[in-house]
Structure formats: C-alpha cells, structure tokens
C-alpha cells in the first residue's frame, strides 16, 4: 500500500508540473541578402541558431515559404478563386500572374551542424528530414542558401503596390515553423495568420543605394552607408551597393520595405519610444505631417493602459495592401484622409501588444489577435477624439457598431465558432466579424462579467504575465479569473467554443401587494449570462441590481462608481426569475437591463419597461 500510495503522488506531481510548466522554442537568425531591384530577385544566405527548449526529441523541421503561394495553382490562389466571398485584393489576381511576375522561394542548400539535410518543397512548406536529432535543451545550427522572388504585390507582401512603394518586403524569407505543446504548425501560407517562434534577427541587406529601407529594429551602420538615417537623404552622385544592417531582439518576425522615393521623419513618443515614419511624399499623403504628434499621444495612452511598450523604436511605413503589423513596425498604405490614416495606424499599433508581445497562435486565435486588437484600438480612437486630435465627438458608447456587426453574424446564419482555425472558416465575413467583432466582445463583456476596475487590472496582469510568451484562450481566462477571483470557464465554453447567442427579456413588471414589485425575466437565447437591472423612480433616482449567474461563484458589488445591489443567483437552467423589488410598482419610472450596452443580447427591443 506505501509503494502504491507512493507512485500514486508520483504520478500526481508529475501531472502537476506537466500542467504547470511552460516552454518555448528560440531562434536566432543571421541575414545576408543580396537584392537586385533590376530582376526583382535576391540571393539570400540563413543561418539560423535553434535552441529546442521543449521535452520532445525533434527528428525534423518545418520552414515556411511564403512567396510560393503567389503562383497559379497555389493553395491561396484556388482558396481566393473557390470561396464565395473573395477578398478583393487578391480575387483571381495570383491566376493571372506571370512569370516575372510570380513569387517563389528556392531552396539551394540546407545543412544542419555541417551535414546536408533531406528536404521537401510542398507549396509554401518545406519539410525537413534531419541527420542528427535535436534533444531536448540543446541547439542546433542550419545553414541555408536561398534563392527569391519578389511578386507583384497582391497580398500584403511584394514589389510595386497600387501607391507605387517599390517593396514591401513581408513574409520574405525562409521561416521556421513554430513547434509547441500542440507540436509543430506548419499550415499553409493562404494569406490569413501567422505563428513565429521568438528570438533575434540580425539582418544585412545589399541594396541599390537610391533605396532607403525601414524595417523592423535598429539600424546599425547609418554612418557608414552615408544616410544618417535622418530626415535628409543624401543623393549619391553614382548608383552603387550599399548595406543595411538591422538588428532586432525579442520578436518573432522581421518586415522591410524599400523605396528611392521616401521622405523619412523622426519623433519621440512622450513614452519615449523613437518613431519613424517613411512614405511618399506627396498631396495624396499630406496628412502624414500631422501623423507624428497623433501618435506620440497615442503611445503615451497605450503604454500606461495596455503595458509598456516594452521596445524603444517603432517604425510607420507606407507600403502593402492595407494594413499589416509586424514587430516594431507596420506597412500602411498612405494615400488616405487623416482619420483613415489615423485608423489604420492605431489599430497596426495596437498589434504591437496582442500579437508582437502577447503572441498567440493567430491562426488558432485570431480573435485573440485582431478582437483584442479592435478593443483597444476602439478605446484609444475615443481619447484621440477627446484631446481634439482627429475629428468626430467622445462616444459614450464606443462599442455600439461592434455589437451591432456581431448580431448581423447572428443573424446571418453563418456564425461560427471563434475556435475555428482562421483559414478554415466557410466565408471570409464570418471570419472577419468572428476575429474582429466577437473578440472584441469578448473583452468588453468580460468587463460587464467581473467589472471594470476587476478587468482593467486584469488586462494589465495578461500583459506582464503572458509578454513575449504563447498566451492561448485558457491562458488569458484563467488571468481573469484569478484577478477577479470568478469562476469564468463557463464564459469560455459558450463564447468562444460555440455559436449560442445571448437573449433576455423583460417579459413584465407587476404589483406584490401595497410596498413591492416583481421584475419578470425571461432568458431566450441559450448562452446565460449574469444580468444587470436598473430601475429608475419617478423622483428621478437610480437603484442598480446584479443577478450573478449561480456558476460564477461571486459577483459583482460596486463598479466605476456604481453600486450594486445584489440579487439571489440565476441559475443557468432556469428560462425565468423574478426579480423581487421592496418598491412600490407607482413609485417606479422604468426597468432596463444593462443601460451599459455591455451585454451582447441580439434582441434588445424586449430589454426595457416603461410605466404605461
């Protein structure tokens, strides 16, 4: 019995620490690129330094190769030409290319520790067979020689976009795949997500020097190629080679564009992180001038509510499709009004703390990725407003639009569940509005769930504990959960992994005899919820109900100000509850649940009662 009680503990801790122990891979990549803008073409030389921080044995590898989805016939070409609502960059657009026009990635040689490797190119995955396998806690060295080229742009990435930004170098080189406690994910390149393993880049680019580059981290040799880096580009009188060194560490991805026509500005943040900002100078871009002093506010706001910025360089830089964010920098294009561009760059900023910091798996959690993002970027657009920076009025319900976009996904008939790997949604608007919209919800009503002063310590708390780490849906719950000391798996279970909506009603409001009244709800969706009620009296005051759901296992008491008076749980199986009130019914002017609009219900017609 002692030998069978002492295995069984064994046996305990050993879950235990299974369940609390976290790892994560490490690269460190060395560049050397040689890029001919005649051919559009560039040879590249990759090593790159793996450290398998991971209990598993590792006998192969995955890289992706990004710029073998810009050819006919590529998954993303028949994924864009096959969905029923096609993203309008790319439609039929890869079909079309030609041959200097296509992107690819060639694997010339790749070695591990000094002995040649066995590797596959399947599309935009190159699968990689290893002669000696890499042991939990060791490192391993690839040395590769590549051969690139640049495509048209089409999506987010390639040579001359529809401003004429001569390269917007993202997704551009061989990449290792992440492998963690789910294993390896090598997916295929279809112009949705993206997982990178964290390390340093240490990259050279030789370039014609009538380009100047921006790009992710600091450049390090601004004196020796004659630049200065500054806002005055020096014209060199004969077109020569010239080489850029950046280096960048913490991150998990590097981006670059390159342009012989771009004005190239300074400021500082008042966080006192150093921005740059690079585009083309022209009528079209005007409103790039007032873009400094909007986004050193933006920082400053940022930084003291999300986390700190945890680098000290962040680069604007006009380029790409749209919009895209990658470590220390973003791809915009630049020919847009000041609140467009104001837009697009708060929200890319904003990826630099869920996604370049708080890296989840975009694939797996897009809406933890662009949903947080949209949150953020909702709130910091309000407070630019408030300081009179860009146009429009303080909204008191900056979310209204969000909530309203989620019920037309209800309301649709194509919802599906935020667990859905990003490029396997059915259509892109469920993606779209599940990632953006729903994710956004999600943290909005978590503030409704826990309340405010709860989730904003909480959101704080996600950022300093899962920073430069793979936080996951679990991860980010259990953050708040402990911050709020609320049961919250329940939240999970139905926002996230299913597609039940939230519906309540006021079904009635009736007399209990001379002093009190009775509030009857209704719950008609199927996804519970704990319920706020206000009542308002005809003298003009306000009398604030929680109804926790029995599940939650607390409650909310006070929140911004606010006091509740807390009401006898609701539990979950339960389609009724009375709502006991020690007022008289003549004594009360209105009933309404949530005034906050906080509770994403898709029917609110049936949310208030008035005194007939």
């Known amino acids: 019995m002692k030998i069978y009680f002492t295995l069984l503990l064994i046996s305990f801790l050993n879950i235990l620490q299974a369940q609390t122990d976290y790892w994560q891979q490490e690269v460190a990549y060395t560049m050397e690129i040689d890029f001919d803008v005649?051919?559009?073409?560039?040879?590249?030389?990759?090593?790159?330094?793996?450290?398998?921080?991971?209990?598993?044995?590792?006998?192969?590898?995955?890289?992706?190769l990004f710029y073998n989805a810009f050819q006919p016939g590529s998954m993303m070409d028949v994924r864009s030409r096959t969905i029923a609502d096609p993203d309008s960059r790319v439609m039929d657009r890869i079909e079309a290319l030609k041959e200097n026009e296509i992107g690819y990635q060639h694997i010339l040689s790749l070695d591990q520790d000094g002995r040649p490797t066995n590797y596959i190119v399947d599309g935009t995955v190159l699968e990689v067979r290893l002669p000696q396998p890499i042991l939990p806690g060791k490192?391993?060295?690839?040395?590769?020689?590549?051969?690139?080229?640049?495509?048209?742009?089409v999506r987010?990435?390639?040579?001359?976009?529809?401003?004429?930004?001569?390269?917007?170098?993202?997704?551009?080189?061989?990449?290792?795949?992440e492998y963690d406690e789910e294993g390896w994910h090598p997916d295929e390149y279809i112009a949705r997500e993206f997982h990178g393993v964290w390390g340093s880049f240490d990259v050279s680019i030789t370039i014609d020097s009538d380009y100047i580059i921006g790009g992710t981290g600091h450049l390090q040799n601004a004196n020796k190629i004659g630049y200065g880096?500054?806002?005055?580009?020096?014209?060199?009188?004969?077109?020569?080679?010239l080489t850029w060194r950046f280096k960048a560490d913490k991150v998990h991805d590097f981006v670059w564009a390159a342009d012989p026509d771009y004005e190239h500005i300074t400021h500082t943040a008042y966080d006192g992180t150093e921005m740059h900002f690079l585009y083309q100078k022209s009528n079209a871009t005007k409103e790039w001038e007032k873009l400094p002093a909007i986004m050193a506010e933006a920082f400053g706001f940022v930084s003291e509510n999300f986390g700190k910025y945890p680098y000290d360089i962040y680069s604007f830089i006009q380029g790409g499709d749209g919009g895209m964010e990658y470590p220390m920098a973003t791809l915009i294009t630049g020919e847009r009004s000041l609140g467009s561009l104001v837009g697009v760059s708060v929200h890319e900023l904003m990826h630099s703390w869920y996604q370049m910091v708080l890296a989840s798996n975009e694939g797996k959690y897009a809406w933890m990725d662009e949903g947080f993002t949209s949150f953020a970027s909702t709130l910091?657009?309000?407070?630019?407003?408030?300081?009179?920076?860009?146009?429009?009025?303080?909204?008191?319900?900056?979310?209204?639009?969000?909530?309203?976009?989620?019920?037309?996904?209800?309301?649709?008939?194509?919802?599906?569940p935020l667990t859905t790997h990003a490029d396997h949604f059915n259509v892109n608007f469920a993606y779209s509005i599940a990632s953006y919209v729903?994710?956004?919800?999600?943290?909005?009503?978590?503030?409704?769930?826990?309340?405010?002063e709860n989730f904003d310590a909480g959101l704080l708390r996600y950022f300093n504990t899962w920073k430069f780490k793979h936080p996951n849906a679990d991860r980010v719950t259990?953050?708040?959960?402990?911050?709020?000391?609320?049961?919250?798996?329940?939240?999970?279970?139905y926002w996230v992994n299913g597609t039940k909506s939230i519906d309540y009603g006021i079904d009635s409001v009736s007399a209990k005899g001379s002093q009190q009244s009775v509030v009857y709800l209704k719950r008609y969706g199927l996804m519970p919820m704990p319920i706020d009620i206000y009542v308002t009296l005809k003298n003009g005051r306000e009398i604030a109900y929680t109804i926790p759901l029995r599940m939650m296992r607390n409650h909310k008491v006070e929140e911004m100000g606010v006091k509740?008076?807390?009401a006898e749980d609701w539990s979950w199986v339960n389609p009724s509850y009375e709502l006991n009130l020690d007022i008289p019914l003549d004594q009360i002017e209105k009933v309404e649940i949530d005034k906050t609009q906080r509770l994403a219900d898709i029917s609110v017609d049936n949310n208030q009662w008035t005194q007939p």
């Open 229 to 241: 880096y500054s806002s005055k580009k020096v014209k060199h009188k004969k077109r020569r080679p």
């Open 38 to 64: 005649e051919s559009h073409q560039f040879d590249g030389e990759q090593t790159l330094v793996y450290t398998n921080h991971s209990p598993d044995t590792l006998h192969k590898v995955f890289y992706h």
């Open 438 to 452: 729903k994710g956004a919800i999600y943290l909005h009503q978590m503030e409704y769930i826990i309340g405010k």
């Open 564 to 566: 509740y008076t807390v």
């Open 380 to 416: 910091v657009m309000n407070h630019l407003r408030s300081k009179k920076l860009i146009g429009g009025t303080v909204q008191e319900f900056p979310f209204k639009s969000s909530y309203d976009n989620y019920r037309r996904l209800v309301n649709s008939g194509v919802e599906e």
């Open 156 to 177: 987010r990435t390639g040579r001359d976009n529809k401003e004429g930004i001569s390269y917007s170098m993202s997704q551009w080189y061989p990449k290792l795949a």
């Open 478 to 493: 259990r953050v708040f959960e402990k911050q709020s000391d609320f049961i919250l798996d329940w939240y999970q279970e």
């Open 139 to 153: 490192q391993s060295v690839f040395k590769m020689k590549f051969k690139a080229q640049v495509p048209l742009q």
